[in-house]
């Protein structure tokens, strides 16, 4: 099993930034793909980005593309969301979660974190 685990959520301001990260551990050998979804009050969960573990080649939803960047840190099993331009819209929980292959569908990705919450004030 993989164990996922999201920091760095919080407060921030319209337009301001933040740095997500999930920490991976346990089986990570497995891991193709990490994916961060979102899902606010009342909507579905939502893909964000997507990196590729081998060539970290990204895939990112259209609301977001120009706003985030999704990276990974090989050495410390760690991947990361930078997001810029914060909107309101943007508030949500925030989850990283991984795949054997790249998709924006959450149901092909089986281990997920618990969540971090971002909530982003006007």
């Known amino acids: 099993q993989v164990q996922l685990v999201e920091s760095g959520g919080g407060l921030v301001q319209t337009g301001g930034s933040l740095r997500l990260s999930c920490a991976a551990s346990g089986r990570t050998f497995g891991m193709n793909v990490v994916g961060w979804f979102r899902q606010a009050p009342g909507k579905e969960r939502e893909f964000v980005a997507a990196?590729?573990?081998?060539?970290?080649?990204?895939y990112y939803a259209d609301f977001v593309k120009g706003r985030a960047t999704i990276s990974r840190d090989n050495a410390k099993n760690t991947f990361y969301l930078q997001m810029n331009n914060l909107k309101p819209e943007d508030t949500a929980v925030y989850y990283c979660a991984t795949a054997p292959l790249p998709s924006s569908g959450s149901k092909n990705y089986d281990y997920w974190g618990q969540g971090t919450q971002v909530t982003i004030s006007s």
């Open positions: 990196i590729r573990w081998s060539d970290g080649g990204t």
